[in-house]
């Protein structure tokens, strides 16, 4: 033990818990090590074509997708909670980095390189600071059918901005609607060879999908397209093609930057956060329960982190969990997140010794391999199915598609999460109250309006509320409850609130009970409290609510209070 008290022990149970891979790697299964090297192996021939194209959704050539595949999944090997997440490029980041930094002058490639690693250091930092704060219960705050509007509205976008490469046109606006008007506008400008070459790339990958679903159908679309455009003269009839691509590591250093540039890219950095974590915890949390192992949010914080510094100095760009990938490597087996590793271990070799073979690698098959790894993303039929469940919320993934649309990605991010703290504030605000009734012959309680055959009690109006009774809902409670009881046309002389659907009490909703005891004893009502919870009780009582209703404690629950009033109905002895 040292002076402060910490034993060696506990350093290093806090090491093992900040770096996961020093507690499971010694203890590593080797019957696993196949299963690991044959999910890499796959993982990097989907992710090589797929990481070279979200590059150049980004801005950027197809090269830096390929130093973000090597340090992203090597940072999180060491960090990561999950098993099976795989990190590294992803469609909604990147689209959200280009259309960011198209919008802005920036006069070199070089400091365009530059702008785009500091933004990913930017978001590392973010969540390191995240992390240091245990903040990683935030992932909630982004509700299910907000991330569904936002994924179908980037999803939507993400394909428009393919079009114009699939076309074979060049200059078009960076908007939605924007692209699509410059598309009709040149329409007589198409290039038929990138075109023809385009959906030929698109109807191959869908045939191998569907035909052979486990073969690395990006890779082969690739390879044969490559073949295809060197052994022909598609480069002279206009077809855009990658040309030379840098052979090497990238090189480690932080980028060079000033104040304004950091001021100017926070914003994109905060909502490329949200967006990250929020992808990759749902990714995790999906294939942990799948497998039966817990996952740690704030744990995948720190990964998220680190990760995201590491592709900053190294060249690369933001990152993210990748639904597509992590599939890939749960379905070939993978155990541990040294499949990624392995992964990263051949695109090395491939920026080594492999970067000439993506010389004639072709623009309009790159849009196309970006279309095929999204569109999976615009899933209408999910907002039928949120729609069907609850319509206010089909309503509120519908602004989060449209504000994506039209005020871009970055927008649709900061309007999701705003849209996401309404929801909750709007459910805390204006929560479910019900009037209660007894159900015929019994002692158990519920909603009239629910089922009508349940009667009211003699002389007794019950009163609930379906949420925690706090200072957003407390007028409303009030107003409601007021009104409600005004309805009644028969004699009432007691009052009961029920508190068995809220959990917490606060201040101001004391003092609203206290201005509610004292109205409706001026009307010759008495107000009792039934079933409230433990800790309610003790803020009742501190608020002298006790000395004005009556005893609270566990027994103190409707037929009681029922039982015990002056006009007691005989249907409950």
């Known amino acids: 033990m040292d002076n402060s008290g910490v034993s060696v022990k506990e350093i290093k149970q806090r090491i093992f818990d900040i770096i996961p891979v020093l507690r499971w790697l010694p203890l590593y299964d080797k019957r696993w090590l196949k299963f690991d090297i044959i999910a890499g192996l796959t993982l990097a021939a989907f992710a090589i074509p797929d990481n070279m194209a979200y590059a150049t959704l980004a801005g950027l050539p197809p090269v830096y997708g390929l130093y973000t595949g090597i340090m992203a999944p090597l940072a999180y090997f060491v960090f990561a909670s999950s098993r099976h997440a795989s990190v590294g490029p992803s469609s909604s980041e990147a689209i959200m980095v280009g259309t960011f930094l198209a919008a ?6 070089a400091q365009y390189i ?9 978001v590392g930092i973010i969540s390191l600071a995240a992390w240091t704060l245990k903040l990683g219960f935030l992932v909630n705050l982004i509700s299910g059918p907000v991330m569904k509007g936002f994924l179908i509205g980037s999803g939507i976008t993400i394909i428009v901005s393919q079009i114009p490469k699939i076309l074979g046109l060049s200059g078009a606006p960076v908007s939605v609607f924007g692209k699509i008007l410059f598309v009709f506008g040149h329409i007589t400008e198409i290039n038929v060879f990138a075109l023809a070459l385009g959906i030929g790339a698109l109807l191959l990958f869908f045939a191998l999908e569907h035909k052979f679903p486990r073969l690395p159908g990006s890779l082969i679309v690739v390879i044969l397209s490559i073949i295809l455009v060197g052994l022909t003269n598609l480069v002279d009839r206009g077809v855009e093609i990658v040309g030379t691509i840098p052979q090497g590591l990238p090189t480690i250093s932080i980028p060079v930057y000033s104040m304004g540039d950091v001021q100017y890219v926070f914003p994109l950095a905060i909502g490329l956060f949200v967006l990250s974590f929020v992808e990759l915890s749902t990714i995790a949390r999906t294939y942990a329960k799948a497998h039966e192992y817990e996952i740690d949010n704030n744990q995948e914080l720190l990964a998220l982190g680190s990760s995201s510094i590491f592709v900053g100095i190294s060249q690369g760009f933001p990152i993210s969990g990748s639904f597509s990938k992590t599939a890939v490597n749960d379905r070939n087996g993978a155990k541990t997140q040294l ?14 010794f492999l970067t000439g073979f993506f010389y004639y690698l072709a623009e309009p098959v790159i849009a196309a391999l970006i279309i095929v790894s999204v569109y999976k993303m615009v899933d209408i039929p999910s907002l039928e199915r ?5 319509k206010n919320e089909v309503y509120i993934a519908l602004i ?30 204006f929560p479910h109250m019900v009037v ?4 015929p012959g019994t002692n158990i309680f519920g909603e009239i309006g629910r089922e009508p055959e349940k009667e009211v009690v003699r002389g007794v109006f019950i009163f609930r509320i379906d949420a925690p009774l706090i200072f957003t809902n407390a007028e409303t409670f009030k107003e409601r409850f007021l009104q409600d009881l005004r309805r009644e046309e028969r004699p009432l002389h007691l009052a009961i609130i029920d508190l068995q659907s809220s959990p917490i009490i606060d201040v101001t909703s004391v003092d609203m009970i206290r201005d509610l005891i004292s109205e409706l004893n001026r009307n010759g009502i008495t107000i009792r409290i039934a079933n409230a919870s433990g800790q309610v009780r003790d ?20 037929p009681a209070l029922i039982k015990a009033s002056d006009n007691i109905n005989p249907a409950l002895h």
Request: charged share 10%.
């Open 400 to 429: 989060a598609l449209v504000g994506v649309l039209i005020f871009g990605i970055l927008a649709g991010v900061l309007i999701g999460a705003a849209l996401s703290l309404l929801e909750i504030l709007s459910r805390f605000t």
């Open 539 to 558: 803020v009742l009582r501190a608020g002298g609510i006790e000395d004005k209703v009556g005893k609270l404690d566990v027994t103190t629950n409707i």
């Open 386 to 390: 949120i729609g069907h469940i609850n």
């Open 339 to 352: 499949a990624g590793v392995f992964a990263a271990g051949v695109v090395v070799l491939v920026v080594l």
């Open 114 to 122: 530059g702008l785009v690693a500091l933004t990913a250091i930017l």
């Open 436 to 439: 209660v009734g007894r159900i």
């Open 104 to 109: 802005i002058a920036i006069s070199t490639p």
